[in-house]
């Protein structure tokens, strides 16, 4: 494993107190993680069919949290999103000393339905402590990214107090998890409450226990569906089986030419790199995503350029008759839905282009092929010889005690296109406190919780450096 190295800085502040900010964080670790675990119990679900008074109650919580650390102006706010309430947005404001940097912290408190109960080794909403880990959905995404800004932000108040200069604004949306319908209309509205120098995301991860990361870049996201069609109602298979394929088989052969022999996505005008700094080596790759034994790796190239700086193409929905309805015709139509992760430099535009030219050119014996695009994101990559991302990644080592890694990530944030557009003058830092075991959006969903202070030491040294240096 490999990673750059962070730069010396200059005695600040963060410097002097360090030592006074890891007593204050360890001090106030426990009430940290009993907050963590009210907030877990509150099952807020941004999805139409579940109940929204528990998200509003998650929101209310989430602000008497705020309020309780020191800072006063707590509003909880919402916009509508063609007449529909967005979810209930946090924003809480603490302005900066005259010179000083404002940073906007983000998280989100609603999570991900708990799916099947049956999985679970504990009850999804009562977060329970097992061998160093919390469990509980939101335990990691995101709700101890909540606690982790506020925890810092009780550090820094209870070591620097108004010495820390820093001005802090509180983002804590309320929607992620249903793709933040309202994000960017509630960016336009809030805009100038919102306006900050430095931008901090704790929604992502660590590259392992024990070993932070900032995450530097993102890969970009397309999705669509493609429906085959060859027939203008279902038949008889016997009677006309034969000279007539179905529709799913078609369907299957289509999708197989997404992929080449090797496992590489095979559409033309995706761009496509392989340039990862990391190493990421395969046993530990097979250990963290659970791959079978004996199921062969795709593609080629370094394990973390497949995963960070090349496409990945996957078929998350198929619509055919279920095995239990199934009855002896030939399917006329058959549908799947395709998600694309871009490489960092790919136009979103271009590549939905891409895959429509290519299931146009790959019709399979003449079947009517239908594209229609969905939903598009760019990826992102951060500047990591700017001044933010740098003392991040001092804060990190200084907090962990070794080197941090400058991580890619393959998955996405859609929103953070949205920032960069609406905020292009703020340095963006993609931080978090989960690891390869936390399984967000899973069953048994955990967060280290060794990880989890040195995250909450992490953002109060960045914070109190900033201010510092400013002043």
């Known amino acids: 494993m490999t990673s750059n190295p962070t730069p010396d800085a200059n ?19 426990p009430r940290t993680v009993e907050q963590l675990k009210s907030l877990v119990s509150i099952p807020g679900i941004a999805w139409d069919s579940f109940d929204p008074e528990h998200l509003n109650r998650s929101a209310a919580a989430v602000a008497e949290l705020v309020r309780e650390a020191g800072i006063e102006d707590v509003q909880v706010l919402r916009v509508d999103n063609d007449g529909t309430p967005g979810g209930p947005a946090v924003v809480a404001r603490r302005p900066a000393r005259a010179g000083a940097p404002t940073v906007l912290l983000y998280a989100h408190h609603d999570v991900q339905p708990p799916g099947d109960p049956d999985l679970w080794e504990s009850d999804p909403f009562t977060a329970e402590e097992r061998n160093g880990r919390l469990y509980g ?21 209870d070591v620097l107090g108004e010495e820390s200069g820093v001005g802090v604004t509180l983002f804590i949306e309320g929607e992620e998890e249903a793709g933040s319908p309202t ?15 430095v931008i901090v995301v704790a929604d992502s991860g660590n590259w392992k226990v024990g070993v932070p990361a900032l995450t530097t870049s993102l890969r970009g996201l397309v999705d669509g569906t493609v429906e ?28 197989a030419t997404f992929h080449d022999d090797a ?41 973390a350029s497949r995963l960070w700086t090349k496409p990945a193409l996957s078929i998350i929905g198929i619509d055919v008759p279920t095995v239990a309805m199934s009855s002896n015709t030939i399917q006329p139509k058959a549908r799947a839905k395709f998600s694309l992760r871009l490489a960092p430099g790919q136009s979103p535009e271009e590549a ?6 290519h299931v146009q050119a790959h019709a399979p014996f003449g079947a009517k092929v239908t594209f229609t695009p969905g939903e598009q994101g760019n990826a992102f990559a951060t500047d990591t010889s700017a001044s933010a991302a740098r003392t991040a990644l001092w804060a990190l080592e200084r907090a962990w005690g070794v080197q941090p890694v400058e991580s890619g990530m393959g998955g996405s944030i859609p929103f953070i296109s949205d920032l960069v557009e609406l905020f292009p003058e703020a340095q963006i830092l993609i931080t ?38 400013a002043g």
């Open 352 to 357: 939905m282009a891409a895959v429509d030219a």
């Open 228 to 255: 085959v069609q060859v027939l203008d109602h279902a038949v008889h298979s016997g009677m006309f089986g034969g000279p007539v394929l179905d529709a799913p088989t078609l369907l299957a052969r289509l999708i």
């Open 183 to 197: 994000f960017r209309t509630f960016l336009e509205t809030y805009q100038d409450l919102l306006r900050a120098d």
């Open 432 to 469: 978090g406190v989960e690891d390869p075991d936390s399984r967000a959006h899973s069953a048994n969903e955990s967060l280290d919780l060794g990880d989890f202070r040195n995250a909450i030491l992490a953002e109060a040294l960045l914070l109190a450096r900033l201010g510092a240096v």
């Open 137 to 157: 959905r939101g335990a990691a995404d995101d709700k101890a990214g909540i606690m982790a800004h506020i925890g810092a932000l009780r550090a820094l108040e």
């Open 11 to 29: 005695p600040s502040s963060a410097d002097v107190h360090e030592d006074a900010l890891r007593a204050s964080v360890a001090a106030d670790f």
């Open 263 to 303: 496992g590489d996505v095979a559409i033309a005008g995706l761009v496509s790199g392989d340039d990862a700094a990391v190493d990421y080596p395969e046993a530990d790759f097979r250990a963290d995503s659970s791959l079978l034994d004996g199921v062969r790796l795709a593609g080629t190239g370094s394990i």
